[in-house]
T-cell receptor, first 114, second 111 residues
Framework: NAGVTQTPKFQVLKTGQSMTLQCAQDMNHEYMSWYRQDPGMGLRLIHY???????DQGEVPNGYNVSRSTTEDFPLRLLSAAPSQTSVYFC?????????????FGEGSWLTVV | SQQGEEDPQALSIQEGENATMNCSYK?????LQWYRQNSGRGLVHLIL?????REKHSGRLRVTLDTSKKSSSLLITASRAADTASYFCAVPSSNTGKLIFGQGTTLQVKP
């Protein structure tokens, strides 16, 4: 079991560029989500999905798009990168996403926007 | 915000000592979770305690929950250098059920 796999691990972007962070899980989890982690801010939810074809906004969705065409994959797209999007991004999944679910995290993607 | 808030923000102890971290939250919950994050890695689930439980153990970890005070504590006994990490509490949002994480306690265990 690979768990939650994120790519790339590190990325440097120029302001205005677009890119996609890939996320895949092999645990057949219905719920997937993206967080960003910034110093002093903890983890903040960007977008989440409760199943294939269903996505919703989290706490800080602006500047990001997601799609969920399959149960396994949940890519995060930065439409026009800004320095404020410099952060560490974590993809996560859980069986149902409801109360009491344990969340499984990927290893993170370090993004720098210059 | 229903965000859990950890205290202290940073903790430095010697190997063999006990480490205690606290978490406070603002609204009613039905469970609270603790996660650990090693430097440069993702978060790993440690333990979940339900609102009808007062204490839970897992190896050297002991978690308590006081719903009347809206607080939880994580105790690591006989700490080891390998316990050096950041520890986060997380509570479900009353609106969406999604987990909301605190800012974490950074624990350093000196050999």
């Amino acid at each position: 079991n690979a768990g939650v796999t994120q790519t790339p691990k590190f990325q440097v972007l120029k302001t205005g560029q677009s890119m996609t962070l890939q996320c895949a899980q092999d645990m057949n989890h219905e719920y997937m989500s993206w967080y960003r982690q910034d110093p002093g801010m903890g983890l903040r939810l960007i977008h989440y999905s409760v199943g294939a074809g269903i996505t919703d906004q989290g706490e800080v969705p602006n500047g990001y798009n997601v799609s969920r065409s399959t149960t396994e994959d949940f890519p995060l797209r930065l439409l026009s990168a800004a320095p404020s999007q410099t952060s560490v991004y974590f993809c996560a999944s859980s069986p149902r996403g409801g109360y009491g679910d344990t969340i499984y995290f990927g290893e993170g993607s370090w993004l720098t926007v210059v | 915000s229903q965000q859990g808030e950890e205290d202290p923000q940073a903790l430095s102890i010697q190997e063999g000592e006990n480490a205690t971290m606290n978490c406070s939250y603002k609204t009613s919950i039905n469970n609270l979770q603790w996660y650990r994050q090693n430097s440069g890695r993702g978060l790993v689930h440690l333990i979940l305690i339900r609102s009808n439980e007062r204490e839970k153990h897992s190896g050297r970890l002991r978690v308590t929950l006081d719903t009347s005070k809206k607080s939880s504590s994580l105790l690591i006994t006989a700490s080891r250098a390998a316990d050096t990490a950041s520890y986060f509490c997380a509570v479900p949002s009353s609106n969406t059920g999604k987990l909301i994480f605190g800012q974490g306690t950074t624990l350093q265990v000196k050999p």
